[in-house]
């Protein structure tokens, strides 16, 4: 399968909704539906995932407090808050932008490694739409994970 210009395509749909929309990017994510053989893009503003991860700690201290109380220090460790950013892509601001259909074909780690070198590619458009382009961060799935790779823009030094 060739999947470049695909992802090329994906891409530029959804940051051409992106600009439109004038949604101050904060994570950028593409993602592969697994179940459904479909790419999209997701968005996430800063105060969005501020406002999950303030859910998501909320929820975990409960649980946290209970195993400490009785004392189960393995259960615990179970219900870490979150300390930096929300990566849960249903969250986000905006969710399967360009959704496309993939075509039939096997998706291996040369597909992944396509989908982050993709992503990679517009790197400079995305931090040129973003309000603090240092703290922006990217992300794409993986084999078995929604969310396998994360790193920050080159440039941002």
């Given at each position: 399968m060739e999947t470049a210009p695909l992802l090329a395509a994906v891409l530029e749909i959804a940051l051409r909704d992106i600009e439109a929309r004038q949604l101050p990017v904060y994570t950028f994510a593409l993602y592969?539906?697994?179940?459904?053989?479909?790419?999209?893009?997701?968005?996430?503003?800063?105060?969005?995932?501020?406002?999950?991860?303030?859910?998501?700690n909320r929820y975990n201290a409960g649980y946290f407090a209970k195993a400490i109380a009785g004392g189960d220090l393995k259960g615990a460790g179970l219900w870490h808050a979150n300390i930096g950013r929300s990566l849960s892509l249903?969250?986000?601001?905006?969710?399967?932008?360009?959704?496309?259909?993939?075509?039939?074909?096997?998706?291996?780690?040369?597909?992944?490694?396509?989908?982050?070198?993709?992503?990679?590619?517009?790197?400079?458009?995305?931090?040129?739409?973003?309000?603090?382009?240092?703290?922006?961060?990217?992300?794409?799935?993986?084999?078995?994970?929604?969310?396998?790779?994360v790193w920050s823009a080159q440039s941002s030094g």
């Open positions: 592969h539906d697994h179940e459904s053989q479909a790419i999209s893009v997701c968005v996430d503003t800063e105060e969005g995932s501020a406002r999950t991860v303030a859910a998501i249903g969250d986000f601001a905006l969710v399967n932008a360009a959704r496309t259909p993939l075509p039939p074909g096997v998706i291996d780690d040369e597909f992944y490694l396509a989908m982050v070198r993709a992503v990679m590619s517009v790197e400079d458009r995305v931090s040129a739409i973003s309000p603090h382009p240092e703290r922006l961060l990217f992300a794409c799935s993986g084999t078995n994970d929604e969310v396998a790779y």
